[in-house]
């Protein structure tokens, strides 16, 4: 296992860091610490678990107790569909924060997308090729750097959609903090869920091994009423175990804020073992080594479109391999001239770039009224009233009224327009 921490480059990226805060594009850090991975790959992590994933679709009044026929006291679809997203959820956690950090790797900057990149792919599940599940990511923009994302299955009649715009500083003690605007939906059979993004830190950057840990709070809130507020913890906080987590699930959000006896409380590690309150025992809840991982389906570099990933940075993904610093900089060089021209001649000629498949949508000027039935963004604007939570361009999961929500007054955010899939003709999963 290479220990970097006492490489002349990393103590002077260090140096360089504490003064660091803002966009985390602007850094120049040593080879060893580059991913030849851009960032908008990321997004694939919230369909890793299709089997979960796709069970949330499946339960309904007839099956439902055959989900969690351990927890006794579960007696509705409902419920065991909110129990059925917590599971898939956790899993997503363990994708989206450790999957980089397995055995003695650990975290690195990934690439930033360039605007309009695009990162599409599949899970070919075993049914019909309607089963597959669909992945569409694209950065609809660079300053400041933002990913949209849409995951569906027709088979089944579910999909999630959202985005994410990071914002990192480092700490006076070189922990590199990220908060996340954005959250993401999910759909499926006539419920919908908001699902807010965590806040989270990279420890162990001193040393040159980074890994994430997750902090504070985040909430799902379901159409049906019901929401987990999700509570994160990690090693060092009161000395607890790394990656753990305390969900509770109430019937609403009144009972939340009056912190009333949750429905069931789920405790443990997202990135491991976690357990239920069932009436006054305690009993395995899920254990995410137990789960398949699915892996993505995407097409050779040879059959991509110039503005897919990794086809756009594959020069660059071979240098950073090569851990050749010269050739590095000379070919991301190119490819943000390339990207700088690009911009140049849209405002040149007042043609300013077009998302492909998302779009802008203004919830405080275009008065999106809440409703559960509407589309997307009418669900948003009603799961988010249902849960007390902001829907303005502030930290994911701030409550109404917070400090951040009075000071913000802009309500901008992206939502996947299926039309515009559907006519697309150069792209193919
Ligand atoms: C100055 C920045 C720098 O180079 O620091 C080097 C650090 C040692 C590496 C920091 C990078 O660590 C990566 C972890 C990335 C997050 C992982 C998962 C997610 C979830 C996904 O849904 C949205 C994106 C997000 C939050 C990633 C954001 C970027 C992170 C923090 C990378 C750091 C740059």
Redesign the pocket.
């Known amino acids: 296992m290479t220990d970097y921490s006492e490489t002349t480059s990393w103590t002077s990226f260090l140096k360089s860091?504490s003064s660091?805060s803002g966009d985390?594009s602007a850094?120049t850090?040593p080879p060893f610490?580059l991913s030849p991975v851009s960032?908008s790959e990321?997004?694939q992590?919230w369909g890793t678990y299709q089997d979960l994933f796709l069970a949330i679709a499946q339960i309904n009044k007839h099956n439902h107790e055959a989900f969690f026929p351990q927890i006794r006291s579960v007696k509705s679809p409902n419920v065991t569909r909110m129990l059925a997203v917590l599971q898939w959820y956790l899993a997503t956690l363990k994708c989206?924060?450790t999957s980089r950090t397995q055995g003695d790797r650990f975290?690195?900057?990934?690439l930033n997308p360039f605007l309009g990149e695009l990162f599409v792919g599949k899970w070919e599940n075993d049914g019909s090729k309607k089963d597959d599940t669909i992945l569409l990511t694209e950065q609809v923009s660079h300053h400041p750097p933002v990913n949209a994302f849409s995951i569906f299955n027709e088979d089944h009649n579910i999909r999630i959609q959202g985005y994410?715009q990071?914002k990192?500083s480092f700490s006076k003690t070189l922990k590199?903090n990220?908060r996340?605007n954005g959250h993401a939906i999910l759909e499926t059979n006539g419920h919908s869920f908001l699902i807010t993004l965590p806040a989270?830190h990279?420890e162990g950057?001193i040393v040159a091994r980074?890994y994430?840990e997750l902090e504070d709070s985040s909430y799902i809130q379901s159409s049906d009423g019901m929401i987990w507020k999700i509570d994160y913890s990690g090693k060092g906080y009161f000395s607890g175990q790394k990656n753990s987590f305390s969900a509770y699930l109430y019937k609403n959000t009144a009972a939340m804020e009056k912190r009333d006896k949750p429905l069931f409380t789920v405790s443990g590690q997202w990135s491991g073992v976690s357990t239920i309150t069932d009436g006054n025992k305690e009993v395995l809840f899920s254990d995410v080594s137990k789960y398949k991982p699915h892996s993505l389906r995407v097409k050779p570099i040879s059959e991509q479109h110039c503005l897919e990933s990794r086809k756009a940075w594959d020069d660059v993904a071979r240098a950073i391999e090569l851990g050749d610093m010269k050739l590095i900089s000379q070919t991301k060089s190119k490819l943000e001239n390339e990207q700088r021209q690009l911009r140049k001649k849209e405002e040149a000629g007042n043609t300013p770039w077009q998302n492909r498949w998302f779009e802008k949508i203004d919830i405080i000027e275009e008065q999106i009224q809440p409703d559960l039935n509407g589309n997307t963004y009418n669900k948003l604007v009603a799961l988010s009233k249902m849960a007390g939570l902001s829907t303005k361009n502030i930290q994911s999961g701030q409550k109404l009224g917070s400090r951040e929500h009075r000071k913000c007054n802009t309500a901008l955010h992206w939502a996947f327009i299926q039309d515009k899939w559907l006519q697309e003709e150069d792209i193919k999963v």
Do not use: G
Request: positive net charge; aromatic residues 18%; glycine residues 0%.
């Open positions: 860091v660091f985390l850094f850090a610490i960032l990321f997004s992590y989206q924060y975290e690195k900057k990934p994410t990071i990192s590199l990220i996340q989270l990279l950057i980074p994430v």
